[in-house]
């Protein structure tokens, strides 16, 4: 596995491969991998010659009361786990991806793996400055370009982090530009993220494929992430009411529709899942029931064959996230 710590030579990797007629896969992460992660480059091996992964803690998704400063990291034990399942290069910039050099291009130098031209343009959206709670402020202070993408990133998620997907949509983009894959990875425990990003593929005309891998779960049913390592003893014991829920609202739905009995209320399958987290000592950050398309938020019935139920909850100070397709 080839390792690039340089924009460059990330770039100029992948074109050589792209040149010598293969087809690139992508995989971007911020680390501390689990088998849900495993899972989208095994994906991306199945269809790709060539797979390349990123790891960057994006400092522009986190608010400054967030888990920036704070959220896990396994780099050695990452890279073991990449090289078993046949990871061929990894991105794992040395400095801020938001840091440039005296010209404000790219970051000048070569890490020595493979040279590269220098990051093209893109299609942005100006907006304002960013509070973050990362510590290369000083670079962030030297970014002004910043992609949002609407109508998709409003509601669930960005209901209490309306900085999120502006974040996300905007480092997606760079290692888009920096990679130039063909074909980009993304988990479905993040819905509202791969529906933004494929959005933004198909607004800004990327010549990228964007797949969808279905949600990684523990045997309890909990959803795979990176911060269940953050949980309490007693919370991880609890946090898999969330799945729980999910299923039982689910099950109804589908019961309702095949007996006959019409659609359920959106306020009863809301209510009943987060009930079940509640008494389970969580707390609720959202349960939306949503068109499993646009994320347009649904407020009458549950149709079933076109609603996702999404949810979001805290258990102590872990912010958990699930979805379920009806």
Known sequence: MKEFKTKASARGYAREQRAAGKRVGF??????????????????????DVVVVSIYVNPTQFSANEDFGTYPSSLEADKAKLREVG????????????????????????DGDTGGASLRDGGMVVGASISTASDDASSLARHSTWVDVGTVSEGLCSLSRPHFFRGVATIVTKLFHIVEPDVAFFGKKDYQQLKVITRMVRDLD???EIVGVPIAREED??????????????????????????????????????????????????????????????????????????????TDEVVVGKSLIAVAAFFGSVRLIDNMEV
């Open 206 to 208: 990327f010549g990228i």
């Open 27 to 48: 995989v971007p992460t911020m680390g501390y991998l689990h088998e849900g992660h495993l899972r989208l480059v095994e994906c991306a091996k199945a269809s790709c």
């Open 221 to 298: 049913g909990l959803a795979k992430s990176s911060r269940n390592a953050m949980l309490t003893e007693a919370h991880r014991a609890k946090a898999p009411e969330i799945y729980r829920g999910l299923l039982a609202a689910r099950a109804a739905c589908v019961e309702g529709k095949r007996e006959g009995k019409g659609s359920l209320k959106v306020d009863d399958v809301t209510g009943e899942i987060s009930r079940r987290i509640e008494d389970a000592g969580g707390r609720v950050d959202y349960v939306h029931v949503v068109d499993a398309e646009t994320v347009a938020r649904r």
């Open 87 to 110: 990871c061929d290069g990894l991105f794992l910039p040395s400095r801020s991806l938001y840091e440039y050099g005296d010209d404000g291009g790219d970051d000048g130098g070569d």
